[in-house]
């Protein structure tokens, strides 16, 4: 099992381009997370689906949309890219139930909003 | 009020010695507790759950947690150069799981 897959691991982007973050896993985890950490900071929650179809807001969503067509897949999308969105972002999921708080995590998307 | 707070640090202890980390959190509806380990560059991995008040071991490491003072604490016996990390707290409720904002740990050998 490859476990959670983040691409692409790093990005530049130009202030008002757009871009989709991609975030795959093969566990058959139905909940996934985004999170963006800034330098020195924790993790601050973005979006997060329990589900194909079902996705809610975190603490911080506004510039970020997402989408859950299927269980493996969790794209984050940034439209109208600017500064305050340079941060590493973390894709994790884990397997529903009271017992199973355990995130996978991915490895990562470094970006950078110039 | 932040929901969950969590000294950034650093924090910088001698090899051997016994590290205490702290969490504080203002929201009741919390129900599970965990800490998590990052190193640097790295997504976080999980070190510790527990669901209720009192105290749970493993190993060199022990998670407490207070719900009444809306308190949890991480220790860790002789610590080594290799838990030189960011230790982050994280509590969830509903569906959703909340993190600290981590606590840099240096052991110096």
């Known amino acids: 099992n490859a476990g959670v897959t983040q691409t692409p691991k790093f990005r530049i982007l130009k202030i008002g381009q757009s871009m989709t973050l991609q975030c795959t896993q093969d566990m058959n985890h139905n909940y996934m997370y985004w999170y963006r950490q800034d330098p020195g900071m924790g993790l601050k929650l973005i979006y997060y689906s329990v589900g194909a179809g079902i996705t809610d807001k975190g603490e911080v969503p506004n510039g970020y949309n997402v989408s859950r067509s299927t269980t493996e897949d969790f794209p984050l999308r940034l439209e109208l890219a600017a500064p305050s969105q340079t941060s590493v972002y973390f894709c994790a999921s884990r397997r529903p139930g009271r017992i199973n708080e355990k995130l996978f995590f991915g490895s990562g998307t470094q970006l950078s909003v110039l | ?109």
């Open chain 2, 1 to 109: 009020q932040k929901e969950v707070e969590q000294d950034p640090g650093p924090l910088s202890v001698p090899e051997g010695a016994i590290v205490s980390l702290n969490c504080t959190y203002s929201n009741s509806a919390f129900q599970y507790f965990m800490w998590y380990r990052q190193y640097s560059r790295k997504g976080p991995e999980l070190l510790m759950y527990t669901y209720s008040s009192g105290n749970k071991e493993d190993g060199r490491f022990t998670a407490q947690v207070d719900k009444s003072s809306k308190y949890i604490s991480l220790f860790i016996r002789d610590s080594q150069p290799s838990d030189s990390a960011t230790y982050l707290c994280a509590m969830s409720r509903d569906d959703k799981i909340i993190f600290g904002k981590g606590t840099r740990l240096h052991i110096l050998p």
